[in-house]
């Protein structure tokens, strides 16, 4: 029950954080982390994000590369 209470305050700090400016995605990602040892569906959510973070760091180094050239 900690456990799902200390990941949903971070979950919740992180949505927060991505409204307003502050380091949102690092507090999703660890109330996720934590989350998802107890449900089924923040690992598919937690899962899903570090999918979608791994391709957007590859399109941003084609950018980089692309543009040192």
């Known amino acids: 029950m900690i456990i799902t ?3 949903a305050i971070f979950t919740l700090i992180g949505v927060i954080f991505l409204l307003l400016p502050g380091p949102g995605l690092l507090f999703l990602l660890i109330g ?3 989350l998802s040892t107890q449900y089924l569906w923040a690992k598919r959510w937690l899962r899903l994000s570090q999918r979608q973070l791994s ?3 590859a399109w941003l180094d084609s950018q980089i590369r692309r543009h040192r050239c």
């Open 32 to 34: 996720l982390t934590l």
């Open 5 to 7: 209470f200390i990941g």
């Open 55 to 57: 391709k957007s760091a």
